[in-house]
């Protein structure tokens, strides 16, 4: 079992940063992959990044290339998400997850924090 609490949103103008946490409890989570998805108002959860269980392998969606930076350090059973330049269309609760599958299906899993809210104004 794992379980995972977010923690680092709030409001910021854009083109601005911030940098989101995962903190997650269980043994096993080091041997998990894990990622970030987001909901805006009215629309369905997306995926945003993933990682490999130990770091090494990275996905993106491609809205948040070359802006958000997914990182872990397992030493802490802990994930980040550093998000940089950000926009209004950022805007969303954002979710950590955790799975032990493997990354090759990089958009589905098992465990889930409460979220974040995430707001970028104009």
């Known amino acids: 079992q794992v379980q995972l609490v977010e923690s680092g949103g709030g409001l910021v103008q854009a083109g601005g940063s911030l940098r989101l946490s995962c903190a997650a409890s269980g043994r096993t989570f080091s041997s998990y992959k894990t990622g970030w998805f987001r909901q805006a108002p009215g629309k369905e959860r997306e995926f945003v990044a993933a990682?490999?269980?130990?770091?090494?392998?990275?996905f993106y969606a491609d809205s948040v290339k070359g802006r958000f930076t997914i990182s872990r350090d397992n030493a802490k059973n802990a994930m980040y998400l550093q998000m940089n330049s950000l926009k209004p269309e950022d805007t969303g609760i954002y979710y950590c997850?955790?799975?032990?599958?493997?990354?090759?299906?990089?958009?589905?899993?098992?465990?889930w924090g409460q979220g974040t809210q995430v707001t970028v104004s104009s």
């Open positions: 990682i490999s269980w130990n770091g090494g392998t990275t």
């Open positions: 997850a955790a799975d032990p599958s493997s990354l090759y299906y990089y958009t589905k899993y098992g465990y």
